[in-house]
């Protein structure tokens, strides 16, 4: 990681926020830790924090809250912990704007991988960002409109909320308009991550951002299914 990442963890057990925030020191990461949600949300809004660790069940304010008020405001990573390895709550994380969701118990060792895999993302995306000129980092496509600058999403005049990774998906398609980009481009691109055999990553967020557009998968507007190779925006 690089040079004192500041990483902000919320939760309520004592136990995982030493053991977290030992791990973390080893690798150079400043650290600061809440045990409720309205402190960790004054903190951040005048420190600032490049990724959080959000347990969902807190003694102020549930995880999921406390994720979408952050998500008004701020692109870093936001990484949920949860008790319960429930579908339902992974889905409700990752739609509300989390990035990656951990369920305890856990090791240490995998939290910090997944720590540095989404600084990475996060960092490549932001430079990849600042390096385009703002001409660039508009697009407007029948109607759907994308500010790579402000990350500002609509359709049809309407805002589309979407989530820091589902925008840099729909913008990295719309970049590509009217060529097919495989799954694994997009992965490697958006993640920055090596691309590993099953695409279900890719194609879960694709079927979420097409909720949101309310596209049918069938007939779609905008993303279209090209089986066995990707996705492609005409």
Not at 46 to 59: N, Q, S, T, Y
Not at 184 to 193: D, N, P, S
Request: aromatic share 10%; with cysteine; hydrophobic share 35%.
């Amino acid at each position: 990681m690089g040079d004192r990442d500041k990483i902000v963890i919320v939760d309520d057990e004592d136990e995982i926020l030493d053991l977290l925030t030992v791990y973390l020191k080893n690798e150079n990461c400043e650290v600061e830790v809440f045990t409720c949600g309205r402190e960790a949300v004054r903190y951040i809004e005048e420190k600032g924090a490049d990724l959080v660790i959000l347990d969902v069940m807190l003694p102020d304010v549930d995880g999921f809250s406390l994720c979408r008020k952050l998500r008004e405001k701020y692109y870093f990573p936001i990484i949920m912990l949860t008790a319960k390895n429930e579908e339902s709550d992974v889905l409700n994380g990752l739609t509300l704007g989390a990035d990656d969701y951990i369920t305890k118990p856990f090791k240490p060792i995998e939290v910090v991988a997944r720590i540095k895999t989404q600084l990475r993302r996060y960092k490549k995306y932001n430079q990849q960002a600042e390096e385009k000129q703002e001409q660039d980092q508009e697009i407007d496509i029948r109607g759907l409109y994308m500010n790579g600058i402000t990350h500002e999403a609509r359709l049809y005049e309407q805002k589309l909320s979407l989530t820091p990774l589902e925008f840099s998906i729909l913008f990295y398609l719309c970049s590509r308009q009217g060529q097919v980009v495989s799954s694994e481009e997009l992965f490697e691109q958006v993640w920055g991550e090596k691309y590993i055999d099953s695409n279900n990553t890719v194609m879960t967020h694709i079927g979420r951002i097409r909720e949101k557009m309310k596209e049918s998968a069938k007939k779609p507007k905008f993303i279209r299914t090209v089986w066995g190779v990707g996705y492609k925006i005409e």
